[in-house]
Structure formats: structure tokens, C-alpha cells
């Protein structure tokens, strides 16, 4: 080899770092989903688990908490559904330590949500 020369590696080297970085992303891959299939068991085991609806807001607590796990940088999940009189609203709210208002406006059907600034 001249000292003026770059040096290259052979082409198989180059192959097989390329099917390293490949395969790596592959496991990387495979390994979000499993823990994506893991947080769901954990919802579905508490959902399953439920008696009576107002254990909503424990699995609403479990799905907070497992998207906090998954890394999703969340403030709070909530399940709201209509009452069966479909006038109203029925809300089920998990959120980090933050104090949350829920503020009722006109007829009751309209709410916000305000959080403390940081």
C-alpha cells in the first residue's frame, strides 16, 4: 500500500457490517413490538379484571402508565363517553402530578381542560 493511498476495506467486510446494522435494526424493531404486545397484556389483564364501571379509572391508570413506559411523553389519558341519556358526559382522567380543572361551560356538554403552568 502507498502512503499516499486511502485504505479500503474489502467489499465482504463492508457486506457484513451492512447486514449487522441491518439485522440490529431488525431486533430493534422486534424488540419495540414485544414491548408494545407486553403493555397491552397489562391493559387487557386490568380491563378483564373490571366488576364494576367505576374500576374505569384503574384501567385508564394502567393505560397511562403504560404509555409513560413506552416513552410517550404524555400529561394524561382520559376515556370519555356520552350517558345513555346522551345528554352528558361521563369522563374517566389519569394524569402525572399535575392538578388538572375540569371546567363545565354552557349546558354541561362542553368542558376544558387547564393545566398549572411549569
Same mark, same amino acid.
Given at each position: ?7 479500503? *476495506? ?15 435494526? $431488525? ?8 414491548? +408494545? ?17 367505576? /374500576?374505569?379509572?384503574?384501567? +385508564?391508570?394502567?393505560?397511562? /402508565? ?30 402525572? /402530578? ?6 363545565? $361551560? ?9 393545566? *398549572? /403552568?411549569?
Amino acid at each position: 500500500m502507498n502512503a499516499g493511498q486511502p485504505h479500503h *476495506p474489502p467489499t465482504e467486510a463492508l457486506d457484513d457490517r451492512e447486514a449487522l446494522e441491518e439485522t440490529r435494526r $431488525q431486533l430493534a424493531l422486534l424488540h419495540r413490538r414485544i414491548e +408494545i404486545e407486553e403493555a397491552l397484556d397489562r391493559i387487557r389483564d386490568r380491563a378483564m379484571a373490571m366488576h364494576r364501571s367505576d /374500576e374505569l379509572a384503574e384501567v +385508564i391508570a394502567v393505560v397511562y /402508565e403504560q404509555f409513560q413506559g413506552l416513552g410517550f411523553d404524555a400529561w394524561g389519558c382520559a376515556l370519555i363517553t356520552r350517558d345513555d341519556a346522551g345528554d352528558g358526559w361521563n369522563m374517566w382522567l389519569s394524569v402525572t /402530578e399535575q392538578t388538572v380543572d375540569i371546567v363545565t $361551560q354552557g349546558h354541561g356538554t362542553i368542558f376544558t381542560i387547564a393545566l *398549572p /403552568e411549569s
